[in-house]
């Protein structure tokens, strides 16, 4: 590995990475040009003006083969990457991708969301605007690292932090508080006919 450290390889991804020993990586995080979204010009082979969903997700798919190669067994992959509409259809490239990796032999560990609160509005009547994008975390072997406490939250609910009044007692109380995660000028709880609900 120490050849490569602190150093910027340019190239075509599976040129390069074919180039790199196996197991040297710990940890790649990536987002490749999404299919057919735009053209970055200057040549004619970069990933994303594939003619089909299926030329781009074999090509991905044979990026991500030497990324496996070059990753240690403890390594970690994280892929951001976003859909694409084609005559009114969402074509689902993310899932495309990512299961035709699975196929291809990476473990496919959690899928988050990425959520955009400022997204561009989108001018479609027809269908809601998209406001997130996937991130995909994969492994190449069943052991690995990942550390879950660098990234944990503070739990609020029943702690002296929540704003739920009750604690545990919360749950189908007329006059409980929602978290600040939930609209506080919607009632929680109402009865009818004896039995209480929640309004969402």
Same mark, same amino acid.
């Given at each position: ?73 403890? /390594?970690?992959? *994280?892929? +951001?990457?976003?859909?694409?509409? !084609?005559? &009114?259809?969402? =074509? /689902?490239?993310? *899932?495309? +991708?990512?299961?035709?990796?699975? !196929?291809? &032999?990476?473990? =496919? ?92």
């Amino acid at each position: 590995m120490e050849p490569f450290r602190n150093t910027i390889l340019c190239g075509e991804a599976a040129e390069v990475l074919r180039t790199l020993p196996q197991n040297i990586v710990d940890c790649v995080v990536t987002s490749p040009p999404y299919f057919r979204q735009r053209d970055y010009e200057g040549s004619d082979r970069q990933v994303g003006l594939e003619t089909s969903p299926a030329e781009y997700v074999a090509r991905l798919v044979a990026v991500f083969r030497e990324v496996r190669r070059v990753i240690k067994p403890s /390594g970690t992959l *994280w892929l +951001v990457i976003g859909d694409k509409y !084609d005559n &009114g259809e969402l =074509l /689902g490239m993310p *899932w495309r +991708v990512v299961l035709a990796m699975k !196929d291809d &032999g990476w473990r =496919l560990r959690g899928d988050c969301i990425w959520h955009k609160p400022n997204a561009m509005p989108s001018s479609a009547k027809t269908r809601p605007t998209v406001d997130h994008e996937y991130i995909f975390f994969f492994t190449a072997g069943q052991d690995y690292y990942y550390d879950a406490d660098s990234i944990r939250e503070p739990h609020l609910t029943f702690s002296e932090n929540s704003k739920m009044r009750g604690g545990r007692r919360h749950f189908f109380q007329r006059g409980s508080t929602p978290e600040a995660s939930r609209t506080a000028a919607t009632p929680t709880c109402t009865t009818a006919a004896g039995t209480r609900h929640f309004i969402p």
